[in-house]
């Protein structure tokens, strides 16, 4: 089980975010590598990865967006929100599949 | 570039089927494992299924096991999912997403599912 906190997360323009996630159970696979990703999907888009294997930014995202944690506890962290930031951010769990499994989500919107 | 168009979902009854497509443009499907994975209206994201890049490997969701099959066309370059006994429950967009270091780093635009009567 993946559980997110918060699950609404009003904050203000410019100012940092930060996003926690915890598995029931430790996401180290047996070869060492923990996968752990982050996806936003913002009103009206499909999901978009963010951050894969805990701290591993995809092409194209802003280097305002970092993941961090190890073992069952991860955060992303938005060091100044955007108006482009809004939306729903979900952590996912690839270590124990099938299944993948995302956490419920964390609405973020601007104070 | 890098593109899943998914096609196929509709209003259907309860007990109905529905085979979903996604057609894939910029790599090569085999190469990659994919997935399928739904949302419910206003709700979160939740796997359904995958096939490894052999082919031969599958898994689905509890929730559908039993009664989605999920497939691929490596000519077309398309991947597949048949949908039988569709209920209520199954509405949602299906996204078609692509596993590169991990699952999601390509989702397709999604195709919207209605089980009602």
């Known amino acids: 089980v993946m559980t997110q906190s918060p699950l609404s997360l009003p904050v203000t323009l410019g100012q940092p975010a930060s996003i926690s996630c915890r598995s029931s159970?430790?996401?180290?696979?047996?070869?060492?590598?923990?996968?752990l990703n982050w996806f936003q999907q913002r009103p009206g888009q499909s999901p978009r990865r963010l951050i894969y294997?805990?701290?591993n930014r995809d092409s194209g995202v802003p280097d305002r967006f970092s993941g961090s944690g190890s073992g069952t506890d991860f955060t992303l962290k938005i060091s100044r929100v955007e108006a482009e930031d809004v939306g729903i951010y979900y952590c996912?769990?690839?270590?124990?599949?099938?299944?993948?499994?995302f956490g419920q989500g964390t609405r973020v919107e601007i104070k | 570039e890098v593109q899943l168009v998914e096609s196929g979902g509709g209003l259907v009854q309860p007990g109905e089927s529905l085979r979903l497509s996604c057609a894939a443009s910029?790599?090569?499907?085999?190469?990659?494992?994919m997935h399928w994975v739904r949302q419910a209206p206003g709700k979160g994201l939740e796997w359904v299924s995958y096939?490894?890049?052999?082919?031969?490997?599958?898994g689905h969701a509890d929730s559908v096991k039993g009664r989605f099959t999920i497939s691929r066309d490596s000519a077309k370059n398309t991947l597949y999912l048949q949908m039988n006994s569709l209920r209520v429950e199954d509405t949602a967009v299906y996204y078609c997403?692509?596993?590169?270091?991990?699952?999601?780093?390509?989702w397709g635009q999604g195709t919207l599912v209605t089980v009602s009567s």
């Open positions: 294997q805990v701290s």
């Open positions: 996912m769990e690839g270590t124990h599949w099938p299944p993948w499994t």
């Open positions: 159970q430790s996401l180290v696979h047996s070869n060492g590598n923990t996968y």
């Open positions: 096939i490894h890049s052999d082919g031969s490997n599958t």
């Open positions: 910029g790599f090569t499907l085999s190469n990659y494992w």
């Open positions: 997403v692509r596993d590169s270091s991990g699952l999601g780093d390509y």
